[in-house]
Structure formats: structure tokens, C-alpha cells
């Protein structure tokens, strides 16, 4: 039970960190693990008793959260999302392993489940802090790419 305390104490901080100091890709990530998180709670059939067996509920919310973390990296002028995704991603293959015998990995499962939601705060308070880098040495921090702009294309015979 510790380690839940421990994560949304730190979920909380973090994500305060990123509205409160973090550009838009920052504050968005914020919103999207938040909700993820709150999503979590409601999903698992009894908190209790979750990541027992095959916990759909959870999976759907992961897999959503990473669809919306994939837009984000695409969208974003950040390379920090890319790493959130591939940390996700990670996850939700671990969800499907363990699946495969889930009477002999209970443990594993829950651990390595909440040690794989630690990664994705500390991506999310490196990349505030790097916006808040980027803002004291350039004075701006664009926030999201422009490689679909018109002027980002090269100009064929120019």
C-alpha cells in the first residue's frame, strides 16, 4: 500500500510541476496520466484483489493512454514523449506476459505494473524542466513541430 501513496504523492507533485512551469505538451501529459490514473482506480474490477488475473479494464486504459501519448510525440516539438510512449508500450507488453501465466506472477505483474508508472513522472519532470532550460536560454520554447508547415518542405526546382 505504500507504493500507492508513494506514486500519487508524486503523481501529484509532478503533474503540479508541469501545469504550474511545463509548455502545453508538459501540461498535456499531466492531464493525460492523471487521467489514466483516476481511470485505473475505476477500472480494476476490486483495487483490491487488481492485477490478480487478467485485468482488461486497466489494459484499455493503457492502451488508450498510449494512444494519446503516440499523438502527443507526433504532435509535440519535444523528444521526451517518444521515450513516455516507448515506456507505456513496454508496459502493456509486459500486461500480455504475464497474462500468459498469471497464477505464477501475481507479484511480478503488480510490481513491475506500478515500477513501469515511475518512469513516465520522472520523462514528465525532466522534460518541464528542460522547457523551463530552454525558456532561460532562448527566451521561447516552441511547443509543438511545424514539419507540416508549408515552408518546412523543401521547394522542388528552388
Known amino acids: 500500500m505504500w507504493n ?6 508524486l503523481l501529484l507533485g509532478t503533474c503540479l510541476y508541469a501545469v504550474s512551469r511545463g509548455g502545453a505538451p ?4 499531466a492531464a493525460i496520466i492523471l487521467a489514466a490514473v483516476v481511470l485505473t482506480f475505476v477500472a480494476a474490477r476490486q483495487w483490491r484483489w ?3 488475473s487478467s485485468e482488461t479494464g ?8 498510449l494512444i494519446a501519448v503516440i499523438v502527443l510525440a507526433v504532435r509535440a516539438d ?8 516507448a515506456f507505456l508500450g513496454l508496459g502493456i507488453e509486459l500486461q500480455f506476459v504475464m497474462w500468459a501465466a498469471p497464477e505464477r506472477h501475481v507479484e511480478i505483474y503488480r510490481v513491475l505494473h506500478f515500477w513501469n508508472a515511475y518512469p ?14 530552454r525558456l532561460a536560454e ?11 508547415l508549408p515552408h518546412a518542405a523543401p521547394q522542388p526546382g528552388k
Open 4 to 9: 500507492v501513496v508513494a506514486y500519487l504523492v
Open 26 to 29: 508538459e501540461r498535456i501529459a
Open 50 to 52: 487488481a492485477f490478480t
Open 58 to 65: 486497466i489494459l484499455t486504459v493503457d492502451i488508450v493512454m
Open 78 to 85: 519535444r523528444y521526451w514523449p517518444m521515450w513516455m510512449a
Open 120 to 133: 513516465t513522472l520522472l520523462l514528465l519532470a525532466i522534460g518541464t524542466w528542460r522547457h523551463q532550460a
Open 138 to 148: 532562448k527566451g521561447v520554447d516552441p511547443s509543438w513541430s511545424d514539419f507540416s
